[in-house]
């Protein structure tokens, strides 16, 4: 069954480096999303990506986080300069065609901002 | 504004015991889509179910089962024989035209 891949599966970094979360989205999948959980609590929305433009983007979302969709594979999710409060669990979700075809999520990224 | 409400933050059950999930939502949308997801503590979410709101069938998977009432706007969970490996947090989501709105999630604690 086609996955969503997504690398690296934990990332530790240090407060005001940059971070690239990388996630490969299944093939023919068209929406890209952005997910994010911090540690006990609920899975809350970032951001959407389609047809190589951001979709609709939440409040979380601000000046730190960029997407991006370089090549015909791979979609990223930039934090510019990390802070404490960044420290989350990030998952990728992609889906063929919206809520009509439901939503495939990858495994996760977990970082650990220190 | 959307919303999923899970107002069971803890449950624990004995194995083989019958335990059902509870899942509230709100939304103006006519048309609309409620999912339920496991994730286990490995943290991957791993999908359930979706119900798209014009199919108010019950459904049953094996030992799992949904009940979905929308003149009660609820859409609960059920499973049947509860089993070690169910242990997990459960989270219903509720779909806002292109992006998911997930509850707080249950935690399901099933003890041998």
């Known amino acids: ?114 | 504004a959307q919303k999923v409400t899970q107002a069971q933050t803890e449950i624990s059950v004995v194995e083989k015991e019958d335990v059902t999930l509870d899942c509230v939502y709100e939304t103006r949308d006519t048309t609309y889509y409620l999912f339920w997801y496991k994730q286990p503590p490995s943290g991957e979410l791993v999908f359930l179910i979706r119900r798209n709101s014009f199919d108010e069938q019950n459904e049953i998977s094996g030992r799992y089962s949904w009940n979905f009432q929308k003149s009660t706007s609820s859409f609960n969970f059920t499973i049947t024989a509860s089993q070690v490996v169910d242990s997990a947090v459960y989270f219903c989501a509720l779909s806002e035209w292109n992006k998911l709105i997930f509850g707080t999630g249950t935690l399901l604690a099933v003890q041998p």
């Open chain 1, 1 to 114: 069954e086609p996955e969503v891949t997504q690398t690296p599966s934990h990332q530790v970094t240090q407060m005001g480096q940059e971070v690239i979360l990388r996630c490969v989205p299944i093939s023919n999948h068209l929406y890209f999303y952005w997910y994010r959980q911090i540690l006990g609590q609920k899975v809350e929305f970032l951001v959407s990506f389609y047809n190589n433009e951001i979709s609709e983007k939440s409040e979380i979302f601000d000046d730190q986080f960029s997407v991006e969709r370089p090549d015909g594979s791979n979609f990223t999710l930039k934090i510019r300069s990390t802070k404490l409060e960044d420290s989350a669990m990030y998952f990728c979700a992609s889906s063929e065609e919206g809520q009509n075809y439901g939503y495939t999520f990858g495994s996760g990224t977990r970082l650990t901002v220190v």
